[in-house]
């Protein structure tokens, strides 16, 4: 193996984003055409009345392609009211989901400045939400939250479901008049699929029929019981996930403009928040003309998954490139052979996504979490074969055990398994080096190895995998943030919060090592191959967890 693979880019040598080679792609966020897009009839759905959003011009990776400074409706779900800002949307979690940047906005949730979760002031009026501050308190009442205060004040302690609180929000603005009617019918445009709801009957539709009746009855409004149902089906099928620039899911967002980009399975563009802003960025070079794409749920997961959560949720089956390319490998994507014998890998993947799930949701227990994900991965290669490292679940139990051996306080382990994303699943799921989801597991891992740093003076136990292969932190620290700094314009924004934050700490970690001893070291480095024995190190950390 090329000890050289998998290097990231330094400072002297920002080569390995070979787009960036080019003297003539730079870092803009303003595109050349404004808008960069028009809305028409889509090229990837038969039907005459879906719309989609086509390029207007070629767009390079890392554009943004679509920016939304104050998205329509926005909420924090119910298991975050108490640790996010209701009015910038910043989560400030307890510190063992957040020391290690596995959570937490940019205002200081991961640093330790800013406000804590029980800092955070509480609505005085409904005692339902909170906000960081005097001025998002301000903007959150004038904007909506006047005229639903009230309303939670009469429930409280009960909490309404994000869902409801997004549709009674709607309808309070509107009625006052608060939703431009261009706004407001690019709404009422958007698909609800409630006929397909209905047909599909059972506990989903009963339920929706329950929760529109509440936003109804709470709201005082003058629509039809049957108008609250349609749109809260609306909300329930255009709605993306807010999520922190991490991608930690917080809450709800709805905004028509972006609800008409379509879903593809290998899409081009990828939704990133920076606090409420929501922004549409380029994963790939995009052409004129070509129908701007995202995910709606995860891409990684195999055909059969995807094909299968896209009709439950969404009513539709996906026909991109991907799917039309796996759909017909699809028994090599269900089977593997082992000797002379066809295992159906579909019935070991169910077990252990719900061994997945069980452990998500066992999060005063971090112990039993952990044991219950090694036992997943165990019975994924049980059964003869070796199950591949890229390939769901595997991939998103590593993730969680990196989660949970950070809340069970140990660092090392949590490096390990990221790692292990690093070198071997990353560059396959996620192949373009400024992918936001690469670059947020990078800065993770920075986090990680920053904490490592002091940990192995302090306690050279805990640091005893990383200590035997006399791992140097420094260099280990420098590398990775390099290549962070090297993609987060891309992923993120040159302008967003996240990249601010990662150039600062650029800055922090600067002045470290240039001091005393350290100067010389990390002075006029050659490039890329004064890194290239620690990464063969970490390389080997890695390969002795798989």
Known sequence: MDPTENLPATEASPGKNPIQEDSTTTIQEDNPVSPPYTIGQSALISDDAQSGVVAATRLRPGSSILSVSQPLVTVVDNAHLMETCSGCFMWYPPRSESSAGFGGGEGGATEGSGPRQGELKTCLGCKTVRYCGKGCQSEAWKRSHRLECKIFARLHPRVLPNSVRAVLQLLLRYEKGLIPAEQWASLMRLQSHVDGFVREGGRRIEGIRLMSRGAHAYSGTKMSEDFVQDLYCKVLINSVTLVTATFDPIGTCLDPLPANINHSCAPNSVVVFDGPRLNVRSTRQIEPNEEITISYIDCTDRYGWRQSELQQRYFFSCGCTKCQREALTQPEDDFVTVGDRKVDLTVVESEVMDMLNDAKHKKQDSQASIKLLKDGLKLLNSQGWKWPISRQPAPSIRQQLAVNFLVAGDWTAAAIQ????????????????????????????????????????????????????????GKVVWGLLMEVLSNVDWSHGSESAFAAKVKRKVEEVRVDMTRGEEANRFKDQPGQEWLAEEWAKLRDIAEVEL
């Open 418 to 473: 990221m790692l292990a994303l690093y070198f071997h699943v990353d560059p396959i799921l996620f192949p373009e080096p400024w992918h936001p989801v690469r670059v947020v597991h990078n800065w993770t891992l920075v986090t990680l190895m920053l904490h490592l740093t002091s940990l192995s003076t302090t306690d050279p136990d805990a640091t005893q995998p990383f200590d035997k292969h006399e791992t140097d932190y």
